[in-house]
């Protein structure tokens, strides 16, 4: 039940930050009116990911994977909560704070590796443990290079963990 509930929690909120860099997308081609409505797609998808990572904690209650999947969360949300502040204080007064979206690239790509270390430590396959280091390094890289966006790059490593998640019990029910 809980790998079911966490891997739909973090599927919705990749989708959620999909429309929101949809949403950031039309803004940027000129589109007026919808920078509160990013900022609604945006804070909806960093707490559905944030209650997935915790749900997915949960599954890992008698592992020695837990304490990363808890750093894993605390990262994530700290990185969340200053994204949003930055995008409240952007709507407010019209001036975002760079540094805030960096911090969450930053602390969204330590989740992301944290994941991977669980992968080595749990019975998840090994594929993804490397692809979700590599991943969590290679978007800190890009994005300080200036060439991916946030919000999506870190958070592919959670949505790839919600469908291994949600297929692991689709072929335990079989």
């Not at 930050?17 to 998808?45: D, N, P, R």
């Amino acid at each position: 039940m809980e790998r079911r509930v966490a891997g739909s929690l973090l599927v919705l909120g990749f989708a959620s930050l999909f429309v929101a860099g949809l949403l950031y997308t039309l803004i940027s081609a000129g589109s007026a009116g919808l920078g509160a409505t990013k900022v609604t797609a945006l804070e909806i998808g960093f707490a559905l990911t944030a209650f997935g990572l915790v749900a997915f904690e949960f599954t890992l209650a008698e592992t020695v994977a837990r304490i990363l999947a808890r750093v894993g969360t605390i990262a994530f949300v700290a990185g969340a909560i200053l994204w949003t502040v930055a995008e409240v204080i952007n709507l407010d007064q019209g001036t975002f704070i760079s540094h805030f979206e960096r911090n969450y690239v930053m602390l969204a790509c330590v989740a992301g590796a944290a994941i991977g270390g669980i992968a080595f430590r749990t019975g998840m396959p090994r594929w993804f443990g490397w692809m979700s280091v590599i991943w969590a390094v290679g978007d800190a890289i890009l994005y300080l290079l200036g060439i991916f966006p946030a919000p999506l790059g870190p958070n592919l490593v959670m949505f790839v963990l919600g469908v291994l998640l949600l297929r692991q019990r689709a072929a335990g029910a079989r």
